[in-house]
């Protein structure tokens, strides 16, 4: 059975400070793995998608990397800002292909003070 | 970008009652949607699949008399939440699957506080 587990639960940082969030998997056969944001009382926004076939994907100050064979992600955050304060939610698919199924991890809420 | 709605953004009952949960997607057709249960400080779990014209399919230990699901078109999706208790509390999150992508988008959730 998959699961998905996020370190650390919670982070504080000065803003400025670039940061990473880990996600670890325990079944290497993903389809692909998605990075999520939340605002407190709010749905989701999908930051970043991986393909399993890919190592990385980036978007602006966010990197995202895949190492499926050590069931590992990061989340990279450069030069934090406050407005990245959040929660962000890893996730994958049930079983090894795209069933549009998502299993979370329990999430890293972050703070960025100014 | 896509777009999902939710209605309504919280929602306080009586316990025993029913609730219905509307999910839209706004610009885009959805053959499927997912509806997610978050607690308190935890994270998204599955409850159910919702299928276009078809039957829902629930998670292991979801009760469908409880939560009944109806994928009535191809842009909505309704959650019932029946006989509500306290316990049902939680804030419900839908997604849907846009028809050719990969990418969810997830809808703004549903707070439900049951008295």
């Known amino acids: 059975k998959q699961e998905v587990t996020q370190i650390p639960a919670a982070l504080s940082v000065p803003e400025g400070e670039n940061l990473v969030l880990n996600c670890s998997f325990t079944?290497?056969?993903?389809?692909?793995l998605q990075w999520f944001r939340q605002d407190p009382g709010k749905g989701l926004t999908s930051l970043l998608l991986?393909?399993?076939?890919?190592r990385e994907q980036t978007s602006g100050r966010l990197n995202a990397s895949l190492d499926k064979s050590s069931g590992r992600s990061t989340l990279y955050i450069a030069a934090s800002q406050p407005g990245d304060s959040a929660t962000y939610l890893c996730?994958?698919?049930?079983?090894?292909?795209?069933?549009?199924?998502?299993?979370f991890g329990q999430g890293t809420t972050l703070q960025v003070k100014p | 970008g896509a777009v999902v709605s939710q209605h309504p953004s919280r929602v306080i009952c009586k316990s025993g009652t029913s609730v219905k949960i509307e999910c839209r997607s706004l610009?885009?057709?959805?053959?499927?949607m997912f509806w997610y249960r978050q607690f308190p400080k935890k994270s998204l779990m599955l409850m159910a699949t919702?299928?276009?014209?078809?039957?829902?399919?629930?998670e292991q230990g979801v009760e469908k008399d409880k939560f009944l699901i109806n994928h009535a078109s191809l842009t909505l999706s309704t959650l019932t939440v029946t006989s509500a208790h306290p316990e049902d509390s939680s804030f419900y999150i839908c997604?849907?699957?846009?028809?050719?992508?990969?990418?969810?988008?997830f809808g703004p959730g549903t707070r439900l506080l049951v008295l």
């Open positions: 997604s849907a699957l846009r028809e050719g992508s990969e990418t969810q988008y």
């Open positions: 079944d290497s056969a993903i389809y692909n």
């Open positions: 991986i393909q399993s076939s890919q």
């Open positions: 996730a994958v698919p049930h079983g090894s292909g795209n069933t549009g199924k998502l299993i």
């Open positions: 610009d885009f057709q959805a053959t499927t």
């Open positions: 919702s299928n276009e014209g078809s039957k829902a399919t629930y």
